[in-house]
């Protein structure tokens, strides 16, 4: 298996000057320190790969011990363009991806390694709140079946980690390259679960602690969660 952050963005709502996932947190690491180390515990680091784009050198100057791939379009792609580069580089294995600005609990991961063992997609999810400007998702015969932020009486929101089985990823990264530049990677599941009948489970880990850093008010919250 293989692990993509996808990172190219340039997260501009936050208002820093430099990529998102360098944000620093209180508890002396970056968000995307945190996620390589809750990630190291439990994988093999040299299985790691990020998405970079904007100001790119900074990120592969914080974090030489993983590889890394270029979206030259960072700034007129979204997130299913920069995970079809990735995928593109490993279409005969499975990969776990995350998005660049999710801060969780490392012990999240053990929640999820029965689905990777059992070679099962998924999308990570927490059903303890669905706010309107969040990922949302519904239920058909018990795998998800709408996902994105339209959705209308969701029954969760996704967290932004997620996994495509071996046997899903040629669908998928046809899908994804069917999506228009500025759609998220949501839109190409939605398509591979319309078209292909891709089954993706939703994996509920409201247990955890688990969110995505968009607005200062998500990084104080992520701070009060993660001293």
Known sequence: MKIVILAAGIGSRLGNPFPKPLTPLNNGKSIMGM???????????????IVVGFKKDLIMERFPEVTYIYNPFFDRTNTSKSLLQALKKNKDKSVLWLNGDVVFDVGLLQELNPYIKNQQ?????NTSKVDEEEVKYTLKNNYIDQLSKSVINGLGEAVGINFIAKKDIKNFITRLEECDDNDYFERGLELAIAKDNLQISAVDISAFDC???????DLENANNLFR
Do not use: Y
């Open 35 to 49: 996620q390589i180390d809750n990630l190291s515990q439990h994988f093999n680091i040299d299985d790691i790969s």
């Open 121 to 125: 997609s998924f999308v990570a999810v």
């Open 211 to 217: 969110m995505e850093v968009d607005f200062k008010e």
